[in-house]
């Protein structure tokens, strides 16, 4: 948990339906988008932080873990070597977003990067991994930092390695 003293003091209504719905649809289109034109469109995230200049985004795509259906999210990531890390913030909402359940359930995925589709296994970043990455995410996206104070949840961070 974080010193900051922040714990919960994020916006307001953060973990309601109305937000997961309303992050579905945003991200169904950015999907549509990316996948049809090989990331040039809806491969970066502008907002927060990341204004003007964009953070690079990837899509994931995972196994459902109660219906076994194909899902794909679109996902900030951090490239380390040959790993893709991903961040399970759903932006500091209290509970984990439903594709790091699902990495969970099932850890075989696919992770596209603008047109290049690979084939990945993903794991939670053990103790030392975290100390490592946290940093490096935090300097790509320093909002990840204030999601983390928003939430009691410690938010996991995802390695993606090639199969």
């Keep these: 948990m974080p010193e900051s003293g922040?714990?919960?003091a994020g916006p307001r209504g953060l973990g309601s339906?109305?937000?997961d719905r309303?992050?579905?649809?945003m991200s169904r289109g950015n999907v549509t988008l990316y996948r049809r034109?090989?990331?040039?469109i809806g491969g970066k995230w502008r907002v927060g932080s990341a204004f003007p200049w964009g953070i690079p985004v990837c899509l994931l795509t995972t196994t459902g873990r109660k219906t076994g259906t194909e899902r794909i999210t679109p996902l900030l990531f951090l490239e380390d070597g040959d790993d893709v890390v991903l961040v399970a913030s759903k932006g500091g909402a209290p509970?984990?977003?439903?594709?790091f359940l699902n990495t969970?359930?099932?850890p075989d995925v696919t992770?596209?990067?603008?047109?290049?589709?690979r084939d990945m296994r993903t794991h939670v970043a053990d103790a030392a991994e975290r100390a490592r990455l946290w940093p490096k995410l935090v300097a790509m996206y320093p909002d990840f930092e204030s999601y983390q104070a928003w939430t009691e949840r410690e938010i996991p961070i995802v390695v993606c390695t090639p199969r």
């Design 22 to 25: 309303i992050m579905k649809w």
């Design 104 to 106: 969970e359930a099932d």
């Design 17 to 19: 339906p109305w937000v």
């Design 111 to 117: 992770v596209q990067i603008r047109s290049r589709v």
């Design 95 to 99: 509970k984990h977003p439903l594709w």
């Design 6 to 8: 922040l714990t919960g």
């Design 37 to 40: 034109t090989g990331g040039r």
